[in-house]
C-alpha cells in the first residue's frame, strides 16, 4: 500500500495550506489516518487521527486551528491548517494501517511534505 501526499509549500504567518494523502494499493480495509510532523533533531510528532468511525483527535498545539478529514472513498485524508505559526513549520508524514486485500495487515507512510511559515 502506498501513501502520496501533496500541498505543502511556503505561506505566511496568520495563512493557510490543505495537505492532501491518497492510499493506493490492494486495500481491503483502511483503519486510522493520520497526520504527524517533523522538525530536524526532533521526534516525530502526531498531529491529527481520523478514526474509522470518523472519531478525530488532535495535538493541543493544533486544536482549533487544524481539521483533518476524509474523501468520499475514505481512502484519501486531509489537513486543512488554518491560522499557521512559525512554530508549525516542518515535514509531515501521513500515516495509515489497515488490510490489504490478501488479508495482511499492513502500516504505510507517506513520503513526507514540507510546510515552512514564515514570520
Known amino acids: 500500500v502506498q501513501l502520496q501526499a501533496s500541498g505543502g509549500g511556503l505561506v505566511q504567518a496568520g495563512g493557510s495550506l490543505r495537505l492532501s494523502c491518497a492510499a493506493s494499493?490492494?486495500?481491503?480495509?483502511?483503519?486510522?489516518m493520520s497526520w504527524y510532523r517533523q522538525v530536524p533533531g526532533k521526534q516525530r510528532e502526531l498531529v491529527a487521527t481520523i478514526n474509522s468511525d470518523d472519531s478525530t483527535n488532535y495535538a493541543d498545539s493544533v486544536k482549533g486551528r487544524f481539521t483533518i478529514s476524509r474523501g468520499n472513498a475514505k481512502n484519501t485524508v486531509y489537513l486543512q491548517m488554518n491560522s499557521l505559526k512559525p512554530e508549525d513549520t516542518a515535514v509531515y508524514y501521513c500515516?495509515?494501517?489497515?488490510?490489504?486485500?490478501?488479508?495482511?495487515?499492513?502500516?504505510?507512510w507517506g513520503q513526507g511534505t514540507q510546510v515552512t511559515v514564515s514570520s
Open positions: 494499493g490492494s486495500i481491503f480495509r483502511i483503519n486510522a
Open positions: 500515516n495509515t494501517g489497515g488490510i490489504t486485500s490478501y488479508l495482511s495487515g499492513f502500516d504505510s
